[in-house]
């Protein structure tokens, strides 16, 4: 039996371990960004806050405006009602027939060379 298994036909090779395969290593890059493009953000943000706070306050002075101009429009309305009213009393107050009532209570008469005819409105 020792010599069969000298003159077997197939040579026994030492069993070799299978060598682990190392896949590669892939590192998680982060993403970082240059001093350029980080004061290119830091720019854009600051911009953009800056041009917002001006819109608001722009919107503030308008809401402002208007809430004054209606306020001197309700004025001039009510202003042109007051005119309104006082010209009827005017009208009412300047007829004939109460000024003649009028001048004969303070003893008034009428004397007909001294009327002049003065053209009306």
Known sequence: MALHARTSP???QPAVQPT?????SRKVRRKTYTKG???LFTAF?????IMAVISL????????ATQEIQAIEQS???TQKQNTDLSIQVSELSTYERIWEKAQALGLTLNEKNVKVVPGQ
């Open 10 to 12: 197939y040579i026994k």
């Open 20 to 24: 682990p395969t190392v896949q590669p």
């Open 37 to 39: 493009e980080a004061i």
């Open 45 to 49: 943000i600051t911009i953009a806050a």
């Open 57 to 64: 306050s722009m919107q503030a002075q308008i809401h402002s």
């Open 76 to 78: 001039v309305a009510e």
